[in-house]
């Protein structure tokens, strides 16, 4: 009998979304299609659709820690991932965990607010995620609003991309990619910036579509081609390749747009 496939594993920790563009729902078909295995920590259950979020269930801290170490009991995680994370115990809870696997590279989306506009992230789980999760990151993917309010300053052009990128590497020490999805150029353009090596990346603009989970999904990617052993900027760079590959794929569901 021929040996079977082996497959490695990645880790998301993110919420669930009811729609089935964002959140989990994107991170595991993302891990899936590039070959990788995707387990998940349940961090909220939220009842929400491509156009608004109208309820939110935060997963109490210790069953979120109790998914942590069923998963590491058992998987052999190559890489991790985190989303939605909502809540300051949510954030306590991953941290702890994390802390004692610090060589597994670690991708946090700094999720925020949702693209419908309704408040991801409470204040002090932002103070958490500052002062606790980030410094144990591989690389953080802010969009601009949240490169914002990571580097304290600004973000609205390409110069001011550089310029916070460089600001919050010197503050977390994590390599850090600014996506500037929401700049008014035509093109789509994100910087990658470690301390040691920048370089933007670029591809067509998406045409009057705007399906959601396009962050949940870029950073998935990343973390797929991570777990399958890819150096940082090059796993950035196929994950933007994905990007492309993904937005000119784009199916409907009623009157909705999601990527394919």
């Not at 594993?9 to 729902?25: E, F, K, M, W």
């Not at 295995?37 to 979020?53: I, L």
């Not at 109490?60 to 998914?67: F, I």
């Not at 789980?125 to 600004?154: G, I």
Request: glycine letters at 8%.
């Amino acid at each position: 009998m021929a040996a079977r496939p082996v497959q490695p594993a990645a880790l998301t920790i993110a919420g669930s979304d009811s729609g089935g563009g964002a959140g989990l729902q994107a991170d595991l078909r993302t891990l899936a299609k590039l070959g990788v295995h995707g387990a998940s920590v349940v961090t909220c259950v939220t009842a929400q659709n491509p156009g608004a979020v109208s309820a939110i269930h935060p997963t109490p801290a210790k069953v979120v820690a109790a998914q942590l170490d069923s998963v590491f009991g058992s998987l052999p995680i190559r890489a991790v991932k985190t989303g939605m994370l909502y809540s300051r115990p949510i954030v306590d809870a991953v941290a702890d965990r994390l802390a004692k696997r610090s060589r597994l590279p670690l991708v946090v989306d700094p999720v925020m607010i949702s693209s419908s506009g309704t408040p991801l992230l409470k204040p002090n789980a932002a103070t958490a995620l500052a002062k606790r999760l980030l410094p144990l990151a591989r690389l953080v993917t802010p969009n601009l609003d949240e490169a914002a309010a990571l580097a304290k300053r600004p973000v609205r052009e390409p110069e001011e991309m550089r310029e916070a990128a460089r600001a919050i590497h010197e503050r977390f020490g994590c390599a850090v990619l600014v996506k500037g999805g929401h700049l008014k150029t035509t093109e789509a353009i994100d910087l990658f910036y470690d301390g040691r090596e920048e370089f933007l990346l670029s591809s067509p603009r998406a045409k009057r579509v705007s399906p959601p989970g396009t962050g949940c999904t870029y950073s998935a990617a990343i973390t797929a081609f991570l777990a399958k052993g890819e150096p940082l900027p090059k796993a950035v760079e196929r994950a933007k390749r994905h990007m492309a590959e993904a937005f000119s794929a784009v199916y409907r569901v009623g009157k909705h747009h999601f990527l394919g």
